[in-house]
């Protein structure tokens, strides 16, 4: 049997860098340790760090239980209202949030009541709902043809588009090429898809293209995964999500 590894595969410097932050701090022997959210989306590594004393904060109001420690920023991002909130509970901050994201959030921050913001991504991952804690602007969330083609603004300000770092970047431009047929005003457009993530699902569609099976080996509820799991899907029929080797029933491969 031949295995072709991606040369793209493994996890990406955002990632990498949240996660060698967290061991920073259980390192340099700081407690009680806490993430805002899962540090990334990937249990197996959440799993390693709870065994180390990590805790994770799943909620504003759990936030406001505690009294002492460090808490950190997950890669995704955060609003910026739990930056404050942290702060006011007299808590150690540690921002581990990808500096792409971080650039978005930077991004949507200069735009102001009068203007309007579009995020092209999925309502509701931690990503997308850390932007729009950055936006005074009001704020649409788009994620389909369907959404895209059906929206019409509510502000007459500048309209600013922007992506979640890990969003199919084909479906982008799509989304985008409809929008503007709908809104002829749109004036910034912020191609803000990970170029790491544009590599990652170009090679895996090329790779998917030409093997009898594909496996993609990621986290359950991380959107990177799914979304090249979908794009692998389309080129290989038999490509299979895993998240460990136990996930793998090598009888089913080809």
Not at 110 to 137: F, L, M, R, T
């Amino acid at each position: 049997m031949e295995v072709i590894v991606a040369k793209t595969a493994g996890f990406c410097f955002g990632v990498k860098r949240a996660v060698e932050q967290v061991y920073r701090q259980i390192e340099e022997g700081k407690k009680p340790i806490y993430t805002y959210g899962p540090i990334i989306h990937n249990e197996e590594v959440v799993r390693s760090l709870e065994e180390k004393g990590v805790r994770i904060v799943e909620s504003e109001d759990d936030l406001e239980k505690l009294c002492e420690g460090t808490v950190i920023i997950r890669s995704h991002g955060v609003p910026r209202r739990i930056y404050e909130r942290i702060r006011a509970r007299g808590l150690s901050l540690v921002d581990a949030t990808c500096p792409f994201v971080k650039k978005i959030h930077r991004i949507v921050e200069q735009y102001g009541s009068a203007d309007e913001v579009i995020i092209i991504g999925n309502e509701g991952h931690p990503e997308v709902e850390g932007i729009k804690g950055w936006c005074s602007a009001p704020v649409t969330v788009i994620g389909s043809e369907e959404e895209a083609a059906r929206f019409r603004g509510r502000g007459t300000g500048r309209l600013c588009i922007v992506s979640q770092t890990t969003f199919n970047y084909k479906n982008f431009n799509k989304l985008v090429e409809i929008i503007e047929k709908v809104r002829y005003d749109v004036r910034d457009i912020f191609r803000t898809v990970c170029s790491a993530t544009e590599e990652r699902q170009s090679e895996a569609r090329e790779i998917a293209k030409k093997v009898d099976s594909m496996i993609v080996i990621g986290g359950s509820h991380s959107s990177n995964t799914r979304k090249l799991y979908e794009i692998c899907k389309k080129e290989c029929v038999n490509t299979y999500h895993i998240q460990t080797i136990r996930d793998l029933d090598i009888q089913r491969l080809p």
